[in-house]
């Protein structure tokens, strides 16, 4: 009876905690941005709402930040960190004296951001549902981030507690299986809905603040070898000593010499869906050395392929000559055969000049900023 008594005492506490934190919100809010630098936005209605400090958050919101980060503090406490160029849906959140009723479901759609769950106990871990294009997160730790890039790839890391330790554990899952993580920096790597989440594996040298947008463009080196691993492991598994057919063995009628050595680079080369192309895309696409005319074009300052420097990729489709760039926004163009061009581009990270045929019937100038 004296242990009845004591539970609804710490319910009519947490409930009492929760109606005075209420007090200060109109009845739609569900928390407020505490802390925002540069730029963002609240999208609401389809209405933007310029980021300012204690602007309060409402269900469906959709947050959004351009060249800026936003901190956002949900009535539990719980905390939704969001890094540049980042978007999340803020899609259901219900608080009740009973947490095991409460809910909270988020979706995070691009950017980086990072989640840690109230300190108040209102919402059971169970109820938190946030999910990417590709993934679905079940929260049993606290604190976590998720780097999704335009294709819904998404990258989750387990992060520390206060103290170094674990903060608990997640789950992540989709159509092609189900992953836990369960130690300090374990992440996983998810590329299409129906593919697997990659086998955790543990990144070393790196702190919650070294998390970013860059770690899907190039990830840590332990996920990527993590890929290699199992992109090797499907190989063999797929290719049994049975399923060679010795009749087919024509190696030797072969004449090396005719073989055509400029292998043609195409956009299905940077296909973003691939697994491959998170691994490298130098050791794909980098072929400065093997091509110096693309067809009927005479390019000067970039080669076919990705060029490492300027970020382009440069590739023929149908005839015309396609450069293409994804780094803080997507540069593409698309010139018909035999055109003569001269490409300006000043970017954050880069400027140079690309020409084709030694010639300026064609100018464009790109300015891209923050």
Same mark, same amino acid.
């Given at each position: 009876?004296?242990?009845?008594?004591?539970? =609804?005492k710490i319910q !009519?506490?947490i409930?009492?905690t929760l109606?005075?934190?209420?007090?200060?919100?109109?009845?739609?809010?569900? &928390?407020?941005?505490?802390?925002s630098?540069?730029?963002?936005?609240?999208?609401?209605?389809?209405?933007?709402?310029?980021?300012?400090?204690?602007?309060?958050?409402?269900?469906? $919101?959709v947050?959004?930040?351009?060249k800026?980060k936003m901190?956002?503090?949900?009535?539990?406490?719980?905390?939704?960190?969001?890094?540049?160029?980042?978007?999340?849906?803020?899609?259901?959140?219900?608080?009740d004296?009973?947490?095991?009723?409460s809910k909270?479901?988020?979706?995070f759609?691009?950017g980086?951001?990072?989640f840690?769950?109230g300190?108040?106990?209102?919402?059971?871990?169970?109820?938190?549902?946030i999910?990417?294009?590709?993934?679905?997160?079940?929260i049993?730790? !606290?604190?976590?981030?998720?780097?999704?890039?335009?294709?819904g790839r =998404?990258?989750?890391?387990?992060?520390?507690?206060e103290?170094?330790?674990p903060?608990g554990?997640?789950?992540?899952?989709n159509?092609?299986?189900?992953?836990?993580?369960?130690?300090?920096?374990?992440?996983?790597?998810v590329?299409?809905?129906?593919s697997?989440?990659?086998?955790?594996?543990?990144?070393n040298?790196?702190?919650p603040?070294?998390?970013?947008?860059?770690?899907?463009?190039s990830?840590?080196q332990?996920v990527?070898?993590?890929?290699?691993?199992?992109?090797? $492991?499907?190989?063999n598994? $797929?290719?049994?000593?049975?399923?060679i057919d010795?009749?087919?063995?024509?190696?030797?009628?072969?004449?090396a010499?005719?073989e055509?050595?400029?292998?043609?680079?195409t956009e299905?080369?940077?296909?973003?869906?691939?697994?491959?192309?998170?691994?490298?895309?130098?050791?794909?696409l980098?072929?400065k050395?093997?091509?110096?005319?693309?067809?009927?074009?005479?390019?000067? &300052?970039?080669?076919?392929?990705f060029?490492?420097?300027?970020?382009?990729?440069v590739?023929?489709?149908?005839?015309?000559?396609?450069?293409?760039?994804?780094?803080?926004g997507?540069?593409?163009?698309?010139?018909?055969?035999?055109?003569?061009f !001269?490409?300006?581009t000043?970017?954050? !990270?880069?400027?140079?000049?690309?020409?084709g045929?030694?010639?300026?019937?064609?100018?464009?100038?790109?300015?891209?900023?923050?």
């Open positions: 009876m004296q242990q009845y008594k004591l539970i =609804s !009519t506490a409930l009492s109606l005075l934190v209420s007090n200060s919100f109109a009845d739609d809010d569900i &928390g407020s941005i505490v802390e630098i540069g730029v963002g936005q609240i999208l609401r209605n389809n209405e933007e709402i310029k980021v300012l400090n204690n602007i309060p958050v409402q269900l469906n $919101d947050a959004e930040t351009g800026g901190l956002i503090e949900f009535l539990d406490k719980a905390q939704l960190s969001l890094k540049e160029h980042t978007e999340v849906l803020i899609d259901e959140v219900y608080y004296a009973d947490p095991s009723l909270m479901t988020m979706k759609t691009m980086t951001a990072r840690a769950s300190r108040l106990g209102l919402v059971n871990k169970a109820n938190i549902d999910s990417t294009p590709t993934a679905s997160i079940a049993r730790g !606290t604190d976590f981030t998720t780097t999704v890039d335009e294709l =998404s990258l989750i890391i387990l992060l520390p507690d103290n170094g330790d903060s554990e997640i789950e992540v899952e159509l092609g299986g189900v992953v836990t993580l369960t130690e300090v920096y374990q992440a996983t790597m590329s299409t809905l129906d697997a989440p990659t086998r955790p594996v543990k990144i040298g790196i702190t603040a070294s998390i970013d947008n860059m770690f899907i463009v990830p840590p332990e990527k070898d993590q890929i290699q691993e199992e992109l090797a $492991d499907e190989q598994d $797929d290719k049994g000593f049975l399923d010795f009749l087919e063995f024509d190696e030797l009628e072969k004449d010499l005719e055509e050595t400029d292998l043609d680079f299905l080369d940077i296909d973003e869906l691939d697994v491959e192309y998170l691994i490298d895309v130098l050791d794909i980098d072929s050395d093997l091509f110096d005319t693309l067809g009927e074009f005479d390019i000067k &300052g970039a080669a076919r392929g060029n490492d420097e300027s970020q382009y990729n590739f023929l489709q149908d005839g015309s000559l396609v450069l293409y760039r994804n780094v803080n997507i540069i593409r163009i698309k010139l018909a055969a035999g055109g003569n !001269t490409l300006d000043i970017t954050p !990270t880069w400027s140079g000049i690309i020409t045929n030694d010639s300026e019937d064609i100018l464009i100038y790109i300015n891209q900023v923050n």
